[in-house]
C-alpha cells in the first residue's frame, strides 16, 4: 500500500503502458465500446489511474482520481465534434523513464507518458493523430470554401433585377438546392471514421 502511494505521489504511477490487442478485453474502456455501431480499438494506453482508448469514432478516457483510489470517470470524446490540434512526441533523454505524447483535443489538452521502450508503438499512434489533424483541416477548409461560394451566389442573386415573382420562385428553388447542398457538404467533408487512417499507420 504504502508503495503505490508513494509512485502515486512522485508520479511514477502515471508511466503508462501500451496495452496488447490481446488483452483489451481486460480493460475497463473495452466495456463502453460501441460494437453495435462497428466501433473498434485500435490503440490503448492504461496507467495505473487512467485509460486513453483510440477507437476509429472517439477517444474514450477512463479518469481515476489517483493510482489508490477505484473511483473513475467515463469521458468519451467523438474526433467528428473535437478537432485534434497540436499533436507533440517527446522522446526520452538518458535518464528519462518515459516518452510523452501531446495533443489537443477540442478545448481538452492531453499529455500522457509511456514507457519509453514502448517508443515505437507510440510514433505509430503519434502518425496516426497527425494525420486525422491534416484531414480535420484540410475538411475544415473545403467546407468554409463551399459555404463562401454558396453565401456569394445567393449575394449575386438578391442584388440582381429580377421580376419579383420570379425572384420568389427562384430564392424558394435555390432555398431547396442550398438545403441539400449543404447536406452533401455535410455528409463529405464532416469525417466521423477514421478506421481507415489507423490501420494505415497502427497495422502497417
Same mark, same amino acid.
Given at each position: 500500500?504504502?508503495?503505490?502511494?508513494?509512485?502515486?505521489?512522485?508520479?511514477?504511477?502515471?508511466?503508462?503502458?501500451?496495452?496488447?490487442?490481446?488483452?483489451?478485453?481486460?480493460? @475497463?474502456? *473495452?466495456?463502453?465500446?460501441?460494437?453495435? %455501431? $462497428?466501433? &473498434?480499438?485500435?490503440?490503448?494506453?492504461?496507467? =495505473?489511474?487512467? +485509460?486513453?482508448?483510440?477507437?476509429?469514432?472517439?477517444?474514450?478516457?477512463?479518469?481515476?482520481?489517483?493510482?489508490?483510489?477505484?473511483?473513475?470517470?467515463?469521458?468519451?470524446?467523438?474526433?467528428?465534434?473535437?478537432?485534434?490540434?497540436?499533436?507533440?512526441?517527446?522522446?526520452?533523454?538518458?535518464?528519462?523513464?518515459?516518452?510523452?505524447?501531446?495533443?489537443?483535443?477540442?478545448?481538452?489538452?492531453? @499529455?500522457? *507518458?509511456?514507457?519509453?521502450?514502448?517508443? %515505437? $508503438?507510440? &510514433?505509430?499512434?503519434?502518425?496516426?493523430?497527425? =494525420?486525422?489533424? +491534416?484531414?480535420?483541416?484540410?475538411?475544415?477548409?473545403?467546407?468554409?470554401?463551399?459555404?463562401?461560394?454558396?453565401?456569394?451566389?445567393?449575394?449575386?442573386?438578391?442584388?440582381?433585377?429580377?421580376?419579383?415573382?420570379?425572384?420568389?420562385?427562384?430564392?424558394?428553388?435555390?432555398?431547396?438546392?442550398?438545403?441539400?447542398?449543404?447536406?452533401?457538404?455535410?455528409?463529405?467533408?464532416?469525417?466521423?471514421?477514421?478506421? *481507415?487512417?489507423?490501420?494505415?499507420?497502427?497495422?502497417?
Amino acid at each position: 500500500m504504502f508503495k503505490k502511494m508513494a509512485a502515486d505521489a512522485l508520479g511514477l504511477s502515471d508511466i503508462g503502458k501500451i496495452i496488447d490487442p490481446a488483452d483489451y478485453d481486460k480493460t @475497463d474502456a *473495452d466495456d463502453y465500446i460501441f460494437n453495435e %455501431d $462497428q466501433e &473498434k480499438i485500435y490503440f490503448l494506453i492504461k496507467t =495505473k489511474a487512467d +485509460e486513453y482508448c483510440f477507437t476509429n469514432l472517439a477517444l474514450i478516457h477512463v479518469d481515476g482520481e489517483s493510482a489508490v483510489s477505484s473511483k473513475r470517470t467515463l469521458k468519451r470524446y467523438p474526433y467528428y465534434q473535437h478537432k485534434i490540434s497540436g499533436v507533440i512526441l517527446e522522446t526520452a533523454g538518458r535518464v528519462d523513464l518515459d516518452v510523452e505524447i501531446k495533443f489537443i483535443l477540442g478545448n481538452h489538452a492531453f @499529455d500522457i *507518458d509511456v514507457r519509453k521502450d514502448q517508443i %515505437d $508503438q507510440l &510514433k505509430d499512434l503519434y502518425k496516426s493523430l497527425l =494525420k486525422i489533424e +491534416e484531414i480535420m483541416e484540410e475538411n475544415q477548409k473545403l467546407t468554409q470554401f463551399g459555404k463562401k461560394s454558396y453565401e456569394n451566389a445567393v449575394s449575386i442573386l438578391h442584388n440582381s433585377r429580377t421580376d419579383q415573382d420570379e425572384l420568389a420562385e427562384t430564392c424558394e428553388n435555390l432555398t431547396n438546392y442550398g438545403f441539400d447542398w449543404n447536406r452533401s457538404i455535410h455528409e463529405k467533408y464532416l469525417k466521423k471514421d477514421f478506421g *481507415d487512417v489507423f490501420e494505415k499507420y497502427i497495422y502497417n
